[in-house]
């Protein structure tokens, strides 16, 4: 993995309609058009990948899903597979969203099937999502959650050479409520990480086929603050990559 390239990816979540996305994404690419740093996806609903995939060609920006399924084909009604994602030109799919935890009560167990089937049937980057809840913290049981929850997401998972694993930080009290991580949390989180993943694989898998981003209420004001973070690979975006202006001045303070 390029680790001299950092990454910045916009979810999109349910906020815009068919013909918003489109008109997002071509403000993006407009916008993003000489700009010479790479590393920047964006992730709309699914309804709108194929076209916003399509509006993208030939420009930096990469196309990303937000969800997968953990198989490929079959009676699995209102489901979308790795191959259909690939087929309209995603390269990036995150899993486990804490929305989708919540909402829909998506466990660790079941987003290792979905991670499992990634790396075994396609070549989408997975963006695999971990945080906890704001009593964890509170309590004092940040590393517990993280690498337990890392623990049941990678059990059982192949890493192969090539193989290339985004762990968003998520921290649940963070997304959307306009509070972010200090730096020197977002430092031992970083520590927890590495740590959890050196146990499950090894430290060479840790470093190399892993990156670790950041994502929480993340704006054009508060970014560079994250920039400044060693060992953090990029952010995920929410409420912040919906317009392109904020989108365009957070991507040119993180990437490098
Ligand atoms: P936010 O969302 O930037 O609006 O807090 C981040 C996310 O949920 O990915």
């Known amino acids: 993995m390029d680790k001299k390239n950092k990454i910045i990816i916009a979810n999109w979540k349910m906020e815009l309609g068919f013909k ?7 403000e993006m690419k407009n ?6 740093k790479g590393g920047v996806v964006i992730c709309p609903d ?18 990303g899903a937000q969800d997968v399924f953990w ?3 079959g009676a699995y009604t209102g489901e979308v597979s790795s191959s259909e994602l690939e087929e309209v030109g995603c ?3 995150i899993i486990g969203h804490s929305e989708r935890r919540g909402y829909l009560k998506e466990d660790y167990s079941l ?30 049981k940040v590393e517990e959650v993280l690498s337990e929850q890392l623990r049941q997401a990678l059990e059982g998972v192949s890493i192969k050479d090539d193989s290339q694993i985004i762990v968003a930080y998520e921290p649940l009290w963070a ?22 993943l050196s146990n499950i694989f ?50 040119d303070k993180i990437l490098i």
Do not use: W
């Not at 918003?20 to 071509?26: K, P, R």
């Not at 916008?31 to 010479?36: D, E, T, V």
């Not at 306009?178 to 927890?192: A, S, T, W």
């Open 20 to 26: 918003e996305s489109l008109a997002l994404a071509l």
């Open 31 to 36: 916008m993003f058009s000489g700009f010479s």
């Open 46 to 63: 699914f309804i709108s990948l194929s076209e916003v995939g399509k509006e993208l060609t030939g420009s930096i920006i990469k196309l």
């Open 71 to 73: 198989e490929e084909k």
């Open 91 to 93: 390269e990036y799919v």
């Open 111 to 140: 987003i290792n099937k979905e991670l499992k089937n990634l790396l075994k049937e396609s070549k989408l980057i997975p963006i695999l999502c971990i945080g906890e809840k704001k009593e964890s913290r509170e309590s004092g």
């Open 175 to 196: 997304i959307g409520s306009g509070l972010v991580i200090k730096p020197e949390d977002m430092n031992e989180v970083n520590k927890i990480i590495v740590q959890s």
């Open 202 to 251: 090894n430290n060479k898998i840790a470093e190399n086929n892993f990156l670790r981003i950041y994502g929480g209420s993340v704006n054009s004001g508060n970014v560079k603050d994250f920039a400044q973070i060693e060992g953090l690979d990029g952010l995920l975006v929410g409420g912040a990559s919906l317009n392109s202006d904020e989108f365009y001045k957070m991507a």
